[in-house]
């Protein structure tokens, strides 16, 4: 009796007149003792769950969100009076006349706690915001251990934690309006589950924002704060409790005169009934979108700028309350899911069938769809995967795809970059290769075995093809022999200039066969790459993320597109001037949308057929396709699909195509394009020196160089005003590797700046 006492009399003191606890001389009547308790309360920013956004119709919309608490912190303006007087019904009514602490609550529980019983309730609700934040702020700890530890401290069933409550709630409210602690403890309470604050419990249990709540929706909600586990209405067997304390909440305000007695007569006849709305959570809910959205979240979870290790970065993505907007177009996503879902069948009985499709927006490196042939689940079944086909493996990807000939892009600009032209004549025989016939950085390549090289024609590609030629038929002999009068770490490097790495991290290879796109990478590093050629050389690194918005309000700095000049411009429109041949007359003839607009690009073909891409551009977007093999290697040639439309072949191989032309009309019917493209520089096509801009008229006769050696005919060449190009070796009586011949002739005219062609002794 006499603690109950001396602590009764703190209290109401403290209540009574609190300006008596801010003095020094009441330590002799035991105030003094209530005073050494602390203070300082300190808040942190409420767990709030991260949020997903697209753009759809120009606005932006929810795909998903992350979250250990499904709170939404809402301002004051938000909070309803049906809210705010069942919320007082429920909890304190008398919260705006008294202070922090409730003295009779704070009585009875003292004598509960010396019976030997747990502390009873009449905590006020800031003192009830006070335990909760105390309880949020332990949750936010990281190992279940210390979770545990600070939580035990929060809900301890003594008179020690009641006084340490009482005096943060008395400190509280001489530091904040009562408004403003109602609204902390609606934002921070918790309503069942992981729904936390009044909006989550709001959207999730009736499928309205707090601000449309009812009498009887918000009284509902607020029953359940008393015992969330026990009253929550999304499980039935809580439907008649809920009721009951619902209507004790509603009995309260009327003889509180918080609700007219018509408005009570309504509330307690309108049935207990939820609309149970799940939170779209997690990447499974982005729908079209899941691929989408874990590349979104693996970048997240990958870059220093959203956390400086990566369990501060998850547990900003679970908590941080940020607003993630995205590149994606939502509209044109679910029509390149719609063309997918037409042209590739989610799984086949003959092979293990996959494909993606991704599109990058020119100059901006924004990605604007990512789609493929399976539903973004991690659950097993042959019509899911959570693997990303389109991504890197650190970005929630495959190991990566063999990109086939779309790969010969990089020799290509190599070739031109060294003062080789489109229109030289070179060697396209199938044929087996020394690997010291090619250089690696700088040096004859003695890490590889001989080069089997094969055309896709067979030997009906053999002979002499200009660049162009070989490019628009996509003919390896002919890409072998321009290897062979390159550097294989020159290529690499150039590959690399244009951002395209392995798909597993590393180093890309450099030998013989990677010059037909032997390296595993994914789609998006190889759209980037076309991307770059399409705006002029410039490649411009691959973003998802626009902006991020945190819980304040402030704006998150995020990573931008990092652009570099990795070609002169002038080498990437000659090389877009040879992409165009594929689609006006070589392996992707046909692929051209209907709209007019400029097209170029690529088709890629692995060993056996078992992989195929088509790769093409605009000057607005590119988009990269690849339809092939999951596991396996079944021959895509071999095998029918059949479902691209008539005027196709039914062969699996051909799915490409179509899909490509599907998504790209769709795309360009949004973001247009240039219906022409500059003409290369003479010296790109002819030869020459830049200021070149047509043939020159002025002749000149070829040089003898037979009987030099390569280097020799080389020098001779260009001091003659030629450039060069190597040919197939030819039968002569000649030593092995001594020009035997030219083309045009040794002593014929030719135009200055002609590529002429130089044709080893084969002994």
């Known amino acids: ?239 008649a409790p809920n009721s009951t304390r619902r209507d004790y909440i509603l009995a309260n305000e009327l003889s509180h005169k918080l609700i007219t007695q018509a408005q ?197 590609e053999n002979g002499l093809h200009s660049v162009t030629q070989a490019t628009a038929l996509s003919i390896n002999g002919a890409f072998a022999t321009m290897g062979e009068q390159l550097d294989l770490c020159d290529i690499r490097s150039m590959a690399k200039s244009f951002d395209v790495h392995p798909a597993k991290g590393g180093t890309l290879e450099a030998n013989p066969s990677s010059i037909i796109g032997t390296n595993y990478v994914a789609p998006l590093s190889m759209a980037t790459a076309y991307a770059g050629i399409a705006n002029n050389g410039t490649t411009c690194t691959p973003v998802a993320i626009d902006k991020v918005v945190k819980a304040d309000g402030s704006v998150l700095s995020v990573p931008k597109t990092s652009c570099r000049q990795s070609v002169d411009p002038q080498v990437a429109i000659a090389a877009a001037y040879a992409l165009r041949a594929v689609m006006t007359g070589g392996t992707a003839a046909g692929d051209n949308t209907p709209d007019g607009i400029y097209e170029f690009g690529k088709t890629g073909t692995t060993d056996g057929n078992a992989n195929t891409w088509m790769i093409g551009t605009t000057s607005k977007v590119t988009t990269a396709v690849w339809v092939g093999n999951i596991s396996g290697s079944q021959d895509l040639r071999a095998t029918n699909l059949g479902y691209c439309p008539a005027g196709y072949s039914s062969q699996a191989a051909v799915q490409r ?10 795309v360009n019917k949004v973001y247009g394009g240039a219906t022409s493209w500059p003409q290369p520089a003479s010296q790109y096509l002819y030869g020459g020196t830049a200021t070149t801009t047509t043939p020159s008229t002025a002749t000149g006769t070829v040089p003898n160089v037979q009987g030099m050696s390569k280097s020799a005919a080389e020098a001779a060449l260009v001091s003659a005003g030629y450039a060069w190009a190597i040919g197939a070796p030819v039968s002569s009586s000649l030593p092995a590797g001594e020009i035997a011949s030219t083309s045009p002739a040794i002593g014929s005219s030719a135009p200055q700046h002609t590529e002429v062609t130089i044709f080893p002794s084969s002994g």
């Open 264 to 460: 009570y007569d309504a509330a307690v006849k309108t049935p207990v009934k939820p609309n149970i709305t799940q939170p779209k959570t997690g990447c499974q809910s982005a729908g079209v979108a899941g691929y989408f959205c874990d590349y979104v979240v693996n970048s997240v979870l990958n870059d220093t700028a959203f956390g400086k290790d990566y369990n501060t970065r998850y547990a900003n993505l679970q908590s941080a309350g940020w607003k993630i907007y995205t590149t994606l177009n939502l509209d044109l996503e679910k029509k390149a899911q719609s063309v997918m879902n037409t042209y590739i069948p989610k799984h086949s009985t003959v092979f293990n069938v996959g494909s993606s499709a991704i599109s990058v927006e020119v100059g901006t490196g924004r990605i604007i769809t990512m789609v493929q042939n399976k539903n973004y689940d991690n659950s097993q079944g042959v019509d899911n995967t959570a693997v990303n086909f389109n991504t890197d493996y650190a970005y929630g990807g495959s190991s990566g795809i063999q990109p086939g000939s779309t790969y010969k892009l990089f020799t290509l600009l190599d070739w031109l970059k060294s003062g080789h032209t489109l229109n030289a004549s070179v060697n396209s025989d199938q044929r087996t290769i020394p690997a010291s016939d090619f250089t690696l950085c700088g040096s004859p390549d003695d890490q590889d075995g001989p080069w089997s090289v094969g055309n896709d024609a067979g030997a009906s």
């Open 1 to 239: 009796m006499i603690a109950v006492a001396v602590i009764a009399g703190v209290m109401v003191a403290v209540a009574v007149t609190p300006a008596i606890a801010l003095t020094g001389t009441t330590a002799k009547n035991g105030i003094g003792l209530f005073e050494d308790l602390p203070t300082d309360l300190k808040i942190a920013p409420l767990d709030q769950k991260t949020k997903i956004y697209a753009k759809s119709g120009g606005k932006e919309v929810l795909l998903a969100s992350f979250y250990t608490q499904d709170r939404e912190v809402i301002p004051w303006s938000d909070i309803t009076t049906t809210v705010k007087n069942a919320t007082l019904a429920a909890e304190d009514v008398r919260f705006y006349t008294h202070g922090g602490v409730d003295p009779t609550g704070i009585i009875r529980a003292t004598v509960a706690d010396l019976l030997g019983k747990n502390v009873q309730g009449a905590s006020t609700i800031t003192q009830q915001y006070v335990k909760n934040v105390c309880v949020q702020e332990a949750e936010q700890l990281h190992t279940t251990a210390a979770v545990d530890k600070a939580y035990n401290v929060c809900v301890d069933p003594s008179v020690g934690r009641k006084l340490r409550e009482a005096r943060l709630a008395i400190a509280l409210e001489k530091k904040y309006s009562k408004n403003q602690i109602l609204l902390g403890y609606l934002n921070i309470a918790p309503f069942g589950g992981r729904v936390y604050g009044i909006q989550s419990a709001a959207q999730y249990y009736y499928g309205v924002n707090a601000n449309k709540l009812t009498a009887a929706q918000a009284a509902s909600l607020l029953a359940m704060v008393n015992n969330p586990n026990v009253l929550r209405i999304d499980q039935k067997a809580n439907i």
């Open 657 to 666: 195509h179509c899909l490509w032309k599907g998504i790209q009309t769709a």
